[in-house]
């Protein structure tokens, strides 16, 4: 499974799951001494975590403590975000009248709709034809993160020029887009350049192939907003626009790249790419060798088990109700659901350094009941934005077993064993 695969959308939930996410939680702890972990047995069940709700597969149960291992790293600047425009209470627009987006010789409206209140997220912008007052261009979108977009207005040569630019980045995965085109009288546009990019930055093996086409990218967007003015921006779930007293300007920054102190600040933008996958590299290393998953003893049957997630990185992460389970064949393949309508809750789970997470599985509407072979079970576990690591743990299920309850089995929690 890929870094997508764990951005699934939960739909149509069942009354009765929404009416079991009420209940309240119920949490305990155990203490683990030093390094030496000892799991008792523990009796399976489902519980609900706050304010969400699980479906049909996994239950949250309990946090454990655990002395810290190993060296501590030190953790990145903070992201760099822009403060909310949260207090906006009535709908507003803003007029540009100063404009010949058609080059008729006659100057056009822009108007750019503010949402009344701003948990609407939704902005929009709407061009008017000076001569005949026909609408020639509208867009909306909103600040939900799919729909992150900017539009600026760009002038050279004494020609208007417009950019549409959705720098899309979500857990790491980053889809930004530009698109620098002219608008005749009747709407039509004429795209003078696009351009489309797609990296992973929890992908250091594939990292050298990644670093040209961004820092390419860099580049060439900030050749045009050097001469453009922000109209409008939903990015970063944050409400942006310039008005004729206080005319925004930007830049692309790689905010991500913030999480990484360089030591010289001219570095240019190559350079710096290759410090930060060689930074990220170093993190999800150290991710890997402190970041455990493990069945809990005696809690195995076909139908499911009990996984604890054990971080002893001296770092706060997180995970999320998505998992996935692979068979060893001729090579580790992902088993197949048993229906079409398997879905996961995107959410996230707080496991805080030094702590075991424990939680229950029951693939048995997922995967159904598994026969005699050996598996994997694998869950996305990350330490910030853009660090994260698949965390693995193996188990085998014996042949010609009618036990509900499989004892004695092997595991195994080595990352990348074949």
């Known amino acids: 499974m890929k870094g997508e695969d764990f951005l699934k959308e939960l739909n149509n939930l069942e009354a009765d799951i929404i009416e079991e996410a009420r209940e309240p939680i119920i949490r305990k702890k155990k203490k683990v001494n030093g390094n030496i972990i000892k799991f008792a047995t523990l009796a399976a069940c489902i519980t609900i975590f706050t304010g969400a709700v699980i479906v049909r597969s996994i239950g949250v149960q309990q946090k454990k403590n655990i002395q810290p ?41 822009i108007t750019i709709d503010i949402p009344a209140e701003y948990e609407s997220r939704m902005a929009g912008c709407t061009i008017t034809d000076g001569s005949s007052e026909n609408i020639i261009y509208q867009t909306a979108f909103s ?166 997630i054990i971080n002893t990185s001296g770092m706060d992460g997180y995970s999320g109700e998505v998992y996935y389970i692979e068979e060893l064949e001729d090579k580790w393949e992902i088993c197949d659901y048993v229906s079409d309508s398997v879905s996961f809750q995107d959410m996230k789970w707080p496991i805080a350094t030094g702590e075991a997470y424990s939680f229950t599985v029951d693939w048995s509407n997922v995967y159904g009941k598994l026969e005699n072979g050996s598996y994997r079970l694998v869950k996305k576990v990350s330490l910030s934005e853009n660090v994260a690591i698949e965390a ?24 990348n064993k074949q």
Not at 98 to 109: A, H, L, R, S, T
Not at 397 to 415: A, G, M, R, Y
Request: net charge negative.
């Open 392 to 415: 693995v743990c193996y188990f085998n299920i014996p042949k010609d077993t009618n036990s509900e309850t499989i004892h004695h089995i092997e595991t195994v929690t080595e990352k």
């Open 143 to 308: 600040s939900a993160y799919p729909d992150w977009s900017e539009l600026y207005l760009c002038e050279r040569e004494g020609f208007v020029y417009f950019i549409e630019y959705r720098p899309i980045l979500y857990q790491g995965i980053g889809n930004y887009h530009y698109e620098f085109f002219l608008l005749n009288n009747i709407g039509e546009k004429t795209v003078i350049n696009e351009n489309d990019m797609f990296f992973n930055l929890s992908d250091t093996e594939g990292y050298a192939e990644n670093i040209p086409k961004m820092a390419q990218f860099y580049y060439e967007i900030n050749d045009y907003l050097s001469d453009s003015m922000l109209l409008i921006s939903t990015v970063n779930d944050n409400i942006q626009y310039s008005e004729e007293n206080n005319k925004i300007l930007k830049q692309e920054e790689y905010k991500f790249l913030y999480e990484y102190d360089f030591q010289y600040t001219q570095t240019n933008m190559y350079e710096k790419l290759n410090e930060y996958f060689l930074y990220l590299n170093e993190q999800i290393q150290y991710a890997e060798k402190h970041i455990s998953l493990v069945v809990e003893e005696n809690t195995l049957t076909p139908s499911g088990a009990s996984f604890q």
């Open 69 to 109: 291992a190993g060296e501590n790293t030190s953790e990145g600047r903070e992201l760099g975000t822009e403060d909310k425009m949260s207090d906006i209470e009535e709908k507003k627009q803003i007029i540009w009248l100063d404009y010949d987006v058609n080059q008729d010789g006659i100057k056009d409206k």
